[in-house]
């Protein structure tokens, strides 16, 4: 009588790991975006084509199969001088530059990666990313213990809010929260009828107006050179408008707005990936400033994301007031990483390390 063999009897083989270059974006970026970490299923193909019509650039496309399905695409666009061979992950800078990999993602699909990458170019730039993205962190990792040099710049520090419905023993936010919030909002009221609106994806592109509307009165719009505005044409609104063209990306932005009077005064502007909020943008008109217009709406924001089901937000870097007044705490770090090939590259990378960690840019 034979004995039937069990599953751990049998030699279970390594995955077969296949890595192709595609000229231009590739349709692989969605199937990988589909599979990775939860808060990393924004970089679509529809997030990186936008990046291209906004920012520019001639996109190739590395993707690696492990037994037919694809585990990494990473997009690049060529960085500096041509002769320099260099690299660079598209994107936008909010909230951070990275690309797709698939959880449980083999270290043999990044070995291979990372091989083909150095055929092709001298080094890659990968960020602005906090330590520990997933994508990022394991791929640089196996570049240094390839003979890859990996230096970073450290650009901000992210602030975090985590969400809970009680903190202490207390409901949150607290009474004594919300009675300062109906206290503004009653003097508020002073200006003209207060309407509070959520958008999604329905609302896009033709909600970025009002947003807009908000920014060309707030500060940045009189003291700045515009540039780092997000919803204006002479800022980032090609971006966003290019993006939401994916309805999946569209679904993920949401926005919070506060009319005074039937006008425009404050917004907020997020990604929802799920359990975690990224906070993009937010600003309001400086005319109603005394009664802390942009308070009372992310307040309100913030009550709206938990009811969604959402358990943090990430503020990015910068401007970290407000961000302590409503709770946040100091997170991971931000870096942005030149990744240089073994050989002549990653000794040149060695020398010019300190360069690139004084260095700025985005």
């Not at 990393?40 to 690696?64: D, E, M, N, S």
């Not at 450290?154 to 949150?172: E, I, T, Y």
């Not at 290019?242 to 404050?266: E, S, Y």
Request: net charge neutral; aromatic share 10%.
């Amino acid at each position: 009588m034979s004995k039937p063999m069990l599953l751990s009897d049998f030699v279970q083989l390594p995955p077969d790991v296949r890595v192709g270059l595609v000229e231009g974006l590739s349709a692989a970026i969605d199937t990988v975006a589909e599979r990775a970490a939860e808060s990393h299923r924004f970089l679509r193909y529809g997030w990186y084509a936008a990046a291209l019509a906004a920012y520019g650039g001639q996109a190739r496309t590395l993707v690696v199969e492990e037994d037919d399905v694809p585990v990494l695409a990473l997009p690049f666009v060529p960085l500096g001088p041509a002769m320099l061979r260099l690299a660079t992950v598209p994107g936008c800078y909010w909230p951070f530059r990275s690309f797709g990999m698939a959880i449980g993602a083999s270290e043999a699909a990044q070995a291979a990666a990372l091989t083909t990458l150095a055929t092709h170019i001298n080094g890659l730039r990968i960020g602005p990313v906090e330590d520990g993205d997933p994508a990022a962190t394991a791929l640089i990792a196996r570049a240094r213990g390839a003979g890859w040099t990996a230096i970073d710049r450290h650009v901000g520090d992210s602030w975090v809010l985590d969400l809970a419905p009680v903190v202490d023993g207390q409901p949150w936010p607290r009474n004594s929260t919300l009675r300062k919030n109906r206290f503004h909002e009653k003097h508020l009221a002073g200006h003209g009828a207060l309407d509070w609106r959520f958008l999604d994806g329905t609302d896009w592109p033709q909600g970025f107006a009002d947003l807009g509307a908000v920014e060309a009165t707030s500060w940045v719009a009189h003291d700045t050179d515009r540039r780092d505005m997000k919803f204006v044409a002479e800022g980032h609104l090609a971006f966003w408008t290019a993006a939401v063209v994916d309805p999946v990306l569209g679904d993920m932005f949401r926005a919070a707005v506060l009319d005074v009077d039937g006008t425009p005064a404050a917004f907020s502007f997020d990604i929802d990936t799920g359990a975690l909020i990224y906070a993009i943008a937010n600003s309001y008109d400086p005319r109603f400033a005394k009664h802390s217009p942009g308070k009372l709406l992310y307040w309100r924001n913030l009550v709206a994301v938990m009811a969604r089901g959402a358990t943090r937000v990430d503020w990015g870097a910068g401007d970290s007031g407000y961000k302590q007044v409503i709770g946040a705490t100091q997170g991971a770090p931000i870096r942005d990483w030149l990744l240089l090939r073994p050989g002549l590259p990653a000794l040149a990378g060695r020398a010019l390390a300190g360069w690139w960690r004084r260095s700025g840019g985005r």
